[in-house]
């Protein structure tokens, strides 16, 4: 039998199944069961000349009669087995007719395709904008949602491939049925989680596997978002991190994490006993970012760095001497642990690095010419003299990791052993107490103290000898000029 033969048959068979209905049947199939937008049985009846439920009658009818009808035709069976046993998920009609031409051929009676009247007559799939779906559109969706779950990357990508293969379809056409459920394709790979900006730049950075700068993150973006959305995004997670001067990573990869070229070179001075030769500097910066040669020349011989005879040293600087513990606003000491007090800002929240008092920094060991390395268990802290003072490298993930917020006060801690880490306040009742807990003290809240042992804690922290009076920490502290604490003492008699 010939293509245009076979094209024709399975349509002929159901258009005289069609003919041998009624006129009210007839009209039943082509307004109701086999229309795109079904009349109401009410408004149905009405043209008809009969009730809402005699109309809802007969509709249950023809669609039972139909369905016994379609089904005892050879071709038309065969027809409908076929569709089932190829479409285990989604297909294309466009590709089941390239298959088969018939599914597509026309049923002149309803002015409808073939596939269409069989996904209507009780089939195990229906057609919906071009697609055959089994057993129907919500299955498949969710079907195709648990298979991606299945297989996401913590970015929510996944290789298209993958998908392809479970749904038993071709990649460019399991492609198109992504977008059609509303999820982006990049690459060969599916992004799942798209709605925020940082949800879908994980997505791009998951799906290229390498550190990608803000430009190139931003071309790969649809819809588009600004360049400075796409920054705040990349500033502002924690899933992402900076691994050279133009470049971002995800923060899983476990890459080391960008440091500016000027703290670069103070870090590998002090590394090298306080000098370094000029080739050696930058080949070892060059090796880890992509860092030009002339930037890092620049850098070596300005500021607090000289060369001379090709060698990188600090540069001699005469420095006033900083102030003592005593006289340093908010550090605080409890046996061998330091605290500093400090109120969480925009800047901090950011990732900046920012400025330790030089009394922090003397105690600490870093002076001009040095950096100074710590551990903590969210990873080393820097600490490094830049220019005409100390400055720590960001506490960004600390302050994530606490869920501290702009306004909150925290407590850098330096303990023993060169250990590091970021601390909440915890406030402790009131008088001496709440002011123990201004220093950040561990036993602020201890129920077991006296009131004879919370001063001489209290003024142990603000470098004054233990059995100093009362009136010695408050001189003391209106000296540093520390308000909130002097307010906690204001109803604690000497």
């Known amino acids: 039998m010939s293509e245009p033969m076979r094209c024709s048959e399975v349509a002929e068979a159901l258009d005289d199944i069609f003919q041998a209905l009624g006129p009210r049947e007839l009209m039943l199939c082509r307004e109701r069961i086999f229309s795109p937008r079904p009349v109401p049985l009410a408004r149905l009846g009405q043209t008809i000349g009969i009730s809402r439920e005699r109309t809802g009658q007969i509709d249950h009818q023809v669609r ?139 997505g791009i950075l998951g799906v290229v596997g390498e550190p990608r700068t803000l430009d190139e993150i931003h071309a790969q973006l649809h819809p588009k978002r600004t360049s400075a959305a796409v920054r705040n995004a990349l500033v502002a997670d924690k899933r992402f991190m900076k691994s050279d001067r133009t470049k971002w990573a995800l923060t899983r990869w476990g890459l080391p994490a960008y440091m500016p070229i000027r703290q670069q070179i103070a870090h590998l001075i002090t590394e090298n006993g306080g000098q370094i030769e000029l080739d050696e500097l930058i080949a070892s910066i060059r090796s880890r970012y992509d860092v030009s040669e002339a930037s890092i020349r620049t850098y070596a011989s300005a500021g607090e760095f000289r060369q001379a005879a090709n060698v990188v040293s600090f540069r001699s600087a005469v420095r006033k001497p900083g102030r003592s513990p005593q006289g340093t606003p908010r550090l605080y000491r409890e046996g061998d642990t330091l605290r500093f007090r400090m109120t969480i800002n925009n800047q901090h929240k950011r990732g900046s690095s920012f400025s330790l008092p030089s009394g922090l920094a003397a105690l600490l060991g870093v002076g001009p010419n040095s950096s100074k390395s710590f551990a903590s268990r969210l990873g080393p802290q820097e600490i490094v003299w830049s220019s005409v003072q100390a400055r720590t490298g960001t506490i960004k993930r600390f302050l994530e990791e606490l869920r501290a917020e702009v306004g909150d006060v925290v407590f850098l801690e330096f303990r023993p052993s060169d250990e590091f880490g970021v601390e909440s306040l915890r406030k402790s009742g009131s008088g001496l107490r709440a002011a123990l807990a201004m220093t950040g003290h561990s036993h602020a809240d201890d129920p077991t103290l006296t009131d004879a042992e919370l001063v001489a804690a209290l003024a142990h922290a603000v470098w004054l000898e233990k059995d100093a009076s009362l009136d010695d920490v408050r001189a003391t502290l209106d000296r540093r000029r520390e308000p909130e604490t002097l307010d906690a003492l204001a109803s604690v008699a000497e």
């Open 64 to 202: 039972r009669n139909l369905k016994v009808a379609l089904f005892a035709s050879e071709v038309v069976a065969e027809m409908a087995r076929w569709v089932v046993d190829t479409v285990p998920y989604a297909a294309e009609v466009s590709r089941l007719a390239a298959q088969r031409p018939e599914v597509n051929a026309p049923v002149e009676s309803l002015g409808v395709s073939v596939i269409e009247v069989l996904a209507a007559v009780g089939t195990k799939f229906e057609v919906r904008e071009g697609w055959v779906l089994a057993p129907d559109a919500d299955d498949v969706v969710e079907s195709t949602a648990d298979i991606l779950e299945t297989h996401a990357s913590p970015e929510g990508v996944v290789p298209l491939g993958i998908v392809a293969q479970e749904l038993s379809l071709a990649q460019d056409e399991a492609a198109r049925w992504l977008t059609r459920c509303g999820y982006t394709t990049l690459v060969g790979h599916v992004l799942i989680h798209t709605f925020s900006i940082e949800d879908h730049v994980a």
